[in-house]
């Protein structure tokens, strides 16, 4: 059975830094890209950042800079370092993870910026 498991969420005023983690079990860790999209109320889901297994590394513009996603594959984690945190980024966070055809998701970590 495929668990995508976030953790990290939470209230955070703006400018502060957070770190999100996903924990992943009943895959092949190392063989699946990983990826962490968000989903704000009335928005698309829209993907922040993305690591391939070979840890090639792409963010959405509007993060560049304050993001960092990494991964480590001796624990099947991925993280989402985020800093100079807006309230522009209060979302929904997933953790996803793709092989081919084969797609999971996590179950989403809510994180809110607010003075």
């Known amino acids: 059975q495929v668990q995508l498991v976030e953790s990290g969420g939470g209230l955070v005023q703006p400018g502060g830094s957070l770190r999100l983690s996903c924990v992943a079990s009943?895959?092949?860790?190392?063989?699946?890209?990983m990826g962490w999209y968000r989903q704000a109320p009335g928005k698309q889901r829209e993907l922040v950042a993305a690591?391939?297994?070979?840890?090639?590394?792409n963010y959405v513009e509007s993060v560049k800079g304050r993001f960092t996603i990494s991964r480590d594959n001796a624990k099947n984690t991925v993280y989402l370092q985020m800093s100079s945190l807006k309230p522009e980024d209060t979302a929904v966070y997933y953790c996803?993870?793709?092989?081919?055809?084969?797609?999971?998701w996590g179950q989403g970590t809510q994180l809110t910026v607010s003075s």
């Open positions: 690591i391939t297994r070979g840890g090639n590394k």
């Open positions: 996803n993870a793709n092989w081919g055809t084969q797609n999971y």
């Open positions: 009943g895959i092949m860790f190392s063989f699946y890209a």
